[in-house]
């Protein structure tokens, strides 16, 4: 009986095993940002902009980078390595896997998503329905504006930094636009804000296309049993599965929750073959 | 088409929102920074807003803006009211910047003439004290002098001057009069300041300065006059007036 249910518990263990890993990895992040707040630890100081690792180095969101750029001040080189370490860590290395292992909004979002699904607000009841695409315009948008204003257009409403200084420093009225984001996902648009909109998402998909952790899937196992579709975040990047076997690309964040799902052993973490 | 023109119109529609919101929320004149920050035209531009430097203030005195704080969101000020910048002689704030937001540079050191790598807080111009001669006690005639004994550059920031009160024929005003050009903005004073409103209090040295403009000279300061003789003089224009006023062949049509 007790054996049965670890058993069981050990399945469920494993059948949420990247997605248990990433809210650890998430919120470990967030700790250490808050220890070094509130009990002065000096492992990871600043924030999700740009962080100062050990006391050894600082690591920078390249995409605020862009943005201070575009405003027409050249940054520090602390800063501008920091951002280069980071960017090439994303282009090279992991894709964009920055939104579901290290973003904390991806924590607001998926459990809007998760209520959206036992409330059955399902998604043909979307309110408002907008390309995937618009994400690509907002990223654009925003560099004009940081340049025509002088002004990190995005910084000035980022809810990614807005949250973390809200849980470390005070929101202020800024919860009121977590929530809102969290509403905008629950009840508007399905994967509203990181699906659709977020111009981070686009910036790091754009910048880990040719990535060499990517997820990838075999046609041969593929029994089409549709499970990675229900859980898949961002639907159209697996247009190859039961098709073709091959690697899985474009907005694909490495969150690994369709292997996780897949029990035909159809998908699995890889290393991308730059040949075919 | 249709679609192009309706993506056109969200696209035009977001960005003028955005663009006011970013707009209003970067509007911040009347914000004090940390020491060692850059002119703040160039501080909402540069600062990534990580709060490093918040974190590296041991008096809490810098806070990171939200969005009730009327100034660009994100980025560090302080309210010297409440706690004011305390003048660390290693200003720890300074060097963890890694922006260039806060820049060791402006409030270098200088031995000889030349900036060193060393920190001198004393250098630094977070803002200028304004006293409100009205709500000021001294001005009154009451002995105070908590922000003349709160002020870290005591006698060179903020002086004393003494006045004979005609009232009573018998007693002196001690007033405190704010030395600009020394003056750190930190904000001792108005946390000081025993009146239930600060009658002495911080603002950013743009706001609460004037400018007199090159033209003027003291004449009887050395270096001033010297600027005057120094300066180049301008080549007189070859064209008189009066070739201008007698140049009317273009107002005469050829026909």
Known sequence: ?276 | MKTMFRGAGFLGLGGAIWGNAAYKLKASELTLRPPGAVAEKDFVKACVRCGTCVEACPYNTLMLATIDDHTAIGTPYFKPRNIPCYMCTDVPCVPVCPSGALDLKTIAREVGGKKTDEPDINKAKMGVAVIDKDACLAFWGIQCDACYRACPLMGTAITIEFRRNERTGKHAFLEPVVQRDVCTGCGLCEHACITEKAAIFVLPRNIATGKVGEHYIKGWEREDEQRLHNLKEKKEKETSPEDVLNDWEDLLDDD
């Open chain 1, 1 to 276: 009986m007790i054996g049965k249910i670890c058993w069981t518990m050990i399945k469920r263990l494993k059948r949420n095993r990247f997605l248990i890993l990433r809210r650890i990895f998430q919120a470990g992040l967030l700790l250490l940002f808050a220890g070094a707040n509130w009990w002065g630890w000096t492992l990871l100081l600043g924030n999700y902009s740009s962080a100062y690792v050990l006391q050894l180095f600082y690591l920078t969101d390249p995409h605020a980078v862009l943005q201070v750029f575009a405003t027409g001040f050249i940054m520090s080189a602390d800063a501008l390595i920091g951002a280069a370490i980071v960017l090439l860590f994303y282009a090279l290395i992991a894709g964009r896997s920055f939104c579901s292992w290290v973003c904390p909004v991806n924590m607001i979002t998926d459990l809007a998503t998760c209520l959206r699904k036992r409330l059955k607000i399902t998604k043909k009841e979307n309110y408002l329905n907008f390309s995937r695409k618009t994400r690509y315009w907002v990223l654009g948008l925003g560099i004009i504006l940081s340049a025509v204003l002088g002004v990190a257009a995005f910084e000035v409403i980022n809810p990614i930094t807005m949250l973390h200084r809200g849980i470390i420093f005070g929101f202020g009225a800024g919860w009121t636009i977590i929530v809102a984001l969290f509403l905008f996902d629950l009840l508007v648009t399905e994967y509203g804000w990181c699906g659709h909109l977020c111009p981070l998402g686009a910036f790091y998909s754009a910048a880990g296309r040719f990535s060499l952790i990517k997820i990838k899937h075999s046609a041969e196992n593929c029994t089409l049993c549709m499970k990675c579709f229900s859980v898949c975040h961002e639907k159209q990047v697996l247009q190859i599965v039961g098709k073709e076997s091959g690697f899985i690309k474009r907005e694909c964040s490495n969150c690994g929750r369709c292997i996780e799902v897949c029990d035909d052993n159809a998908l699995k973490y890889s290393i991308y073959n730059y040949k075919n």
